[in-house]
């Protein structure tokens, strides 16, 4: 299995780069795990911003020289994992912009002309790992669930992603907040998942 790490933290200090080291010790423990390549979009200096305009067309994005290399590394992947905070209720803003730029039209799903599109994505998983300072719940019972929603449903399912795996941890900033049981728990998955 070929597994794409997207890492989307602009501190390498953070519990989420923490989450980071947790996946890449498991994952080189397991011997389903052929490869593994990291994509800090931070560090990358990946652009978030989508434009069209008359040199840049919507429907042409799918094929934007600009991305191939970031084209090339999902359709490598057999498993993504997103390792990210949960910032506003959502994910931040640069992970966003990677969806926005990435998915599109021609590369991540064709338009069949019905109600939903064809998944051009399929076979693939996805593991998120997400950290909060609220707690745990706060996205499920206040939110409405719209983190896993806009992931599982909005996203994912739509480009053909079916088997998505969602790792929410919350009162990260807590003193009470069990980092080390749950770093572990990241670890212990990785190195045994298939």
Not at 28 to 42: A, C, G, P, Q
Not at 67 to 75: I, M, N, T, V
Not at 185 to 194: G, P
Request: with cysteine; net charge positive; aromatic share 14%.
């Amino acid at each position: 299995m070929n597994t794409l790490v997207i890492y989307t933290h602009p501190n390498h200090r953070s519990l989420s780069y923490a989450f980071l080291q947790e996946v890449l010790r498991g994952s080189k423990e397991n011997t389903k795990i052929n490869e593994v390549k990291v994509l800090d979009l931070y560090e990358a200096g990946f652009d978030p911003v989508l434009v069209f305009n008359e040199n840049k067309r919507r429907r042409d994005m799918y094929r934007d020289p600009e991305l191939a290399e970031y084209r090339e590394q999902l359709l490598w992947a057999d498993q993504v994992v997103l390792v990210y905070p949960i910032w506003w209720g959502r994910p931040p803003a640069m992970l966003m912009g990677y969806i926005d730029r990435m998915f599109a039209s021609g590369f991540a799903y064709r338009d069949k002309g019905g109600l939903l599109p064809e998944g051009l994505l399929k076979g693939k998983s996805v593991v998120c790992i997400s950290v909060m300072k609220g707690p745990t719940h706060y996205p499920l019972l206040w939110l409405n669930n719209s983190h896993k929603a806009l992931m599982r449903k909005a996203l994912f399912n739509y480009v053909g992603i079916r088997k998505v795996k969602f790792f929410e941890f919350g009162n990260m900033e807590s003193p009470k907040g069990k980092q080390s049981r749950k770093l572990e728990q990241i670890y212990r998955y990785f190195k045994t998942a298939r």
